[in-house]
């Protein structure tokens, strides 16, 4: 059986369609176009920061310049007085190797040297140490931390002890002190750096 609508009820059926219609995009469009008109919005207004912060940063680049030229200068001026590595490890090592020529040259005996580094440092510059321990007289002693004191790189003797195992010697035997010391420094690592004479 077929119904007949009567033209009134067709256009009634018609204009309910199209309120159903539009009532859904209006419903489900203008809250996605309004989110997407936000997110829009912010987008450019992070744009527009980044823009406002690349201009300052154009003119501020010629002082960030003449203040990256200045400490190149201090680095340089006070790199010569550092030990240098590719890492602290190696700094530490040609440390180590500079103590044993000190030594050598102040006419003492040099046991084992053990290095310490410290592993949490970051950057290009870590503390560096030197352990070890000697046997000599007191002139030897004495020429051994003059040149720790006066060397190439600025470095301090943290611990120092000295003891003579047999003080009871006669006039004509030499005595004999054993030393123990603890030298630390600086490093500048990164290869900047070779290792001090």
């Known amino acids: 059986m077929r119904v007949r609508l009567s033209p009134r009820d067709r256009r009634a059926l018609v204009v309910c369609a199209v309120a159903i ?14 989110r997407w008109e936000s997110a829009a919005e912010a987008s450019a207004a992070e744009i527009q920061h980044e823009v406002l912060r690349a ?7 010629p002082s960030v ?17 550092l030990f240098g590595g590719e ?3 190696a700094a530490a090592s040609a440390l180590a ?18 290095v310490e580094t410290d592993s949490a440092s970051v950057g290009v ?15 030897g002693l004495t020429a051994f931390l003059l040149e720790v004191e006066r060397g190439p790189a600025m470095l301090a003797v943290r611990q120092l002890t000295i003891e ?20 630390e420094g600086l490093a500048l690592c990164g ?7």
Do not use: C
């Not at 201009?55 to 680049?61: A, H, K, M, Q, S």
């Not at 510059?125 to 002139?139: C, E, H, I, W, Y």
């Open 97 to 114: 190797s500079w103590l044993s020529r000190v030594a050598a040259r102040s006419s003492s005996e040099l046991g084992a040297l053990y």
């Open 125 to 139: 510059f870590a503390p560096v140490a030197v352990r070890g321990d000697l046997v000599t007289d007191v002139t």
């Open 164 to 183: 003579q195992p047999e003080p009871g010697l006669g006039d004509g035997r030499m005595e004999r002190l054993h030393v123990a010391f603890k030298v």
């Open 21 to 34: 219609g539009t009532i859904l995009m209006v419903g489900r469009g203008v809250p996605a176009l309004l």
């Open 191 to 197: 290869g900047i750096l070779g290792e001090q004479n």
């Open 65 to 81: 310049l003449d203040s990256l030229d200045a400490r190149g200068v201090r680095l340089e001026n006070i790199a010569p007085a």
């Open 55 to 61: 201009e300052i940063g154009l003119v501020r680049l």
């Open 87 to 89: 890492s602290p490890d």
